[in-house]
């Protein structure tokens, strides 16, 4: 049948004109479908590349070997990788992208104070868990689905949970004749101008904290902190600012020790350096790295599906063993290698752990920081 055969009452010009509307009107949304943005396709779909930011050295290596090459074998995307240890010029990057309406960082891992400025200033994408399945295997210290976090403010979830860093002390054991056990020892005379401590302001203020007794994420006595910290000055004998710095001293016997984070006293303890990790009993700060992505991503959806990819078994597994970090995921398997993780926990608990609050931390940062640089420098 003819179903553009004009109707009774209409002129055959009225008829043309009509149809000649509607054609035209379904040729507009045929072309509106060619010109979608190719941002809008790749919420939707795989993509070809992918554009990833992580950090460097070792973990670098690490995420490319378990994770990048096995990922790019499996679905022909090709992932490009950066690296980058300077969370200021990150937090530049995603608000260049912001403004010019797509981000080029698809997907980055970055540690939970980062996370909080990034989705608090609106620059990272929420994450389609749709998408990512295995987000429901994660621990719930850190699922969002699970219990409130504090570094990912509202309603959506934007971070995945990567590799979790115990933050302890790590000390010679060579050269230390006893096993410690207290974060305390960082205040111990016996350690005068042995002792390394790196340079960050929140970890000092909150193992002050556990040796005066206050919640790091509510302090009611300043002056009991700095007094603190006035006195274990007096016993440093180097400040250092990387991890690189503070492997290199350890290794070479300047300090004796030191807070350190578990992966880099587990990758001296692979070099044969004789070095003890251990978590305090009387508290311990867990920092961890999400994985986010990027504001109006081009690839929003190869990102995701990179991040379920990651969480495979054999995937997770694999990078937990090179990165020497536990990863916040019950797919992870214990071999051996993850097994001697320190921190490592399958029952997903983390007892003894202690989480700042972004938030908190974040209001007081400047003032605080002032007054430990005053410190420092007496």
Not at 231 to 236: A, F, I, N, P, Y
Request: with cysteine; hydrophobic share 40%.
């Amino acid at each position: 049948m003819d179903t553009r055969r004009p109707q009774r009452g209409c002129s055959r010009r009225e008829f043309l004109r009509r149809s000649g509307a509607t054609l035209g009107l379904a040729a507009g949304f045929s072309a509106a479908n060619i010109l979608v943005p190719r941002a809008s396709l790749g919420q939707d779909r795989m993509t070809k590349e992918l554009n990833i930011y992580t950090w460097g050295g070792s973990f670098a290596d690490a995420v490319r070997d378990a994770i990048v090459e096995p990922f790019q074998k499996e679905t022909g995307v090709k992932v490009t990788m950066g690296v980058t240890g300077n969370p200021a010029q990150m937090l530049a990057l995603l608000k260049a992208g912001s403004l010019g309406g797509a981000s080029t960082i698809d997907l980055m891992w970055q540690d939970l104070t980062f996370s909080y400025s990034a989705i608090k200033q609106e620059l990272v994408e929420p994450l389609r868990l749709d998408n990512i399945p295995s987000y429901a295997r994660t621990y719930p210290k850190f699922n969002k689905l699970k219990q409130p976090v504090p570094w990912d403010p509202g309603k959506d979830v934007h971070g995945a949970p990567a590799e979790y860093v115990p933050r302890g002390v790590a000390y010679s054991t060579k050269l230390v004749k006893r096993d410690l056990a207290s974060v305390r020892e960082l205040w111990n005379p016996e350690f005068k101008s042995k002792l390394g401590m790196y340079n960050n302001v929140q970890w000092m203020m909150v193992n002050a904290c556990f040796v005066t007794g206050q919640d790091i994420n509510r302090i009611q006595d300043l002056g009991k902190i700095w007094a603190a910290l006035r006195d274990q000055h007096k016993l440093v004998a180097r400040y250092f600012d990387n991890w690189a710095e503070g492997m290199e001293l350890m290794q070479n016997e300047s300090i004796w020790i030191s807070p350190f984070v578990s992966g880099r006293a587990v990758q001296l303890q692979r070099k044969g350096v004789p070095v003890r990790f251990l978590l305090p009993q009387d508290g311990w700060i867990l920092n961890a790295d999400v994985l986010l992505v990027g504001k109006g991503s081009k690839n929003r959806y190869t990102a995701e599906k990179f991040i379920e990819f990651s969480y495979r078994p054999e995937i997770v597994t694999r990078t937990a063993e090179l990165q020497a970090y536990a990863i916040a995921s019950f797919n992870v398997q214990a071999t051996e290698t993850v097994k001697g993780l320190p921190g490592f926990d399958p029952t997903g608990e983390l007892k003894g752990a202690v989480v700042p609050d972004p938030g908190y931390w974040d209001a007081n940062m400047t003032d605080w920081t002032e007054k430990l640089r005053e410190i420092q420098a007496s």
